[in-house]
């Protein structure tokens, strides 16, 4: 990176399923130095301090927090942890990263905000997707106009994956494909609902069916569950011109357009015929989306940008995800948000 003098000294703060990911990435970027690694777990740190021999262990983020060299502190810890460890890390003086999602709660998030700005703080929340080279082709797509405009959007996230005793698949899972969502239609949904059902873990859901309406006619469906025989990572566009699906699992072609529709016969009365053209897969850059993600935070910490997830756009997945609890505490009930923009940040 042309004009940088020195490495950013960073810490990542947990070592579980996650958090070895994020740091063999973080150590491979040349303007970084993995100067920490923390977790409460001996195994843990014993387990991977082979991996990273430069970066020093530790069980307590006050050894990290008093490191006046550090600059950027990276969350990879469990859900309910994200909130209370991003304030510690701003009330530091450091700069932020924290795995999806920001807080588990709105009050949390927004306090996070208030607190990075205040601090002017890079404070980056790790919407991974986002940053996927086949989220981004949907994204460009839609921009293009060449599948026109959204007009229903489901994902699918299933697995036979790990339990969690202290978040359901809604918290887990939903982060990924909400945020994804949200910037392909480009608007707050106006009203959202979510059912769901504890079959292992009593009042743990571990399948979760999420719906959406956006004020601007789209809507969405997102399937979530660690119980189920299939592993799918798929989302599915389908545009007033052309339809598109991201599969995530597929070795390649991870994006497929679709030239399907239904267009006006001519000459006739309101009568529609199908349309079933070319099936397309355009290439995609071939570099993994977690790097791409943790070179996006080095870079906005050396030049003090703002990154595309930032805390304003957590907060947004964090508003939805709220509100489809309360809907799933309640049966399904129907919760409305007040309007919500989501122009870029100042």
Same mark, same amino acid.
């Given at each position: ?19 070895? +990911? ?9 303007e ?49 942890t ?5 304030e ?45 080279p ?24 299933? +697995? ?23 910037k ?23 399948v ?19 119980l ?21 699992m ?21 009568e ?29 910490v +050396? ?7 930032d805390?304003?756009? /957590? ?16 049966? /399904? ?10 122009a870029?940040?100042?």
């Open positions: 990176m042309v004009g940088v003098e020195r490495a950013v000294k960073v810490a990542i703060v947990g070592l579980g399923r996650w958090g070895p +990911n994020v740091a063999r990435n973080l150590d491979a970027i040349q970084c130095e993995l100067a920490w690694c923390c977790d409460g777990d001996a195994a843990s740190r014993r387990r991977w301090q082979s991996s990273f021999p430069s970066a020093r262990f530790t069980a307590e983020l006050d050894d990290v927090l008093n490191d006046e060299t550090v600059q950027a502190v990276v969350v990879t810890t469990p859900v309910p994200h909130g209370s460890l991003a510690r890390i701003l009330d530091a003086g450091k700069d932020c990263f924290v795995e999806k999602p920001l807080a588990d709660s709105v009050a949390g998030a927004e306090r996070i905000l208030r607190m990075a700005e205040e601090r002017d703080a890079v404070l980056m929340v790790g919407h991974l997707l986002e940053y996927h086949g989220v981004q082709m949907l994204d460009r797509l839609l921009e293009d106009g060449e599948l026109g405009e959204p007009r229903y959007i489901y994902s699918q996230r299933t +697995n036979l994956g790990q339990l969690r005793a202290d978040e359901n698949a809604l918290w887990s899972l939903g982060p990924h494909d909400l945020s994804v969502i949200l392909l239609v480009g608007e707050a949904p106006r009203e959202v609902s979510a059912r769901g059902a504890c079959y292992v873990r009593e009042g743990v859901e571990d979760v069916f999420a719906y959406l309406r956006f004020p601007g006619g789209a809507t969405a469906h997102m399937h979530l569950s660690w189920d025989p299939h592993k799918e990572r798929r989302i599915t566009v389908v545009g007033s011109e052309r339809m598109a699906t991201f599969d995530d597929a070795l390649d072609q991870k994006v497929t357009i679709y030239d399907k529709g239904f267009d006006l016969e001519d000459g006739s009365y309101g529609y015929i199908t349309r079933s053209g070319e099936t397309r897969s355009p290439a995609l850059q071939n570099t993994e989306a977690l790097r791409l993600e943790c070179d996006h935070f080095i870079e906005c +050396n030049g003090r940008r703002r990154p595309n997830t805390a304003v756009s /957590g907060l947004r997945v964090v508003k939805v995800l709220e509100a489809l609890q309360v809907s799933l505490d309640e049966n /399904g009930s129907t919760q409305e948000l007040a309007e919500d923009s989501l870029a940040s100042p």
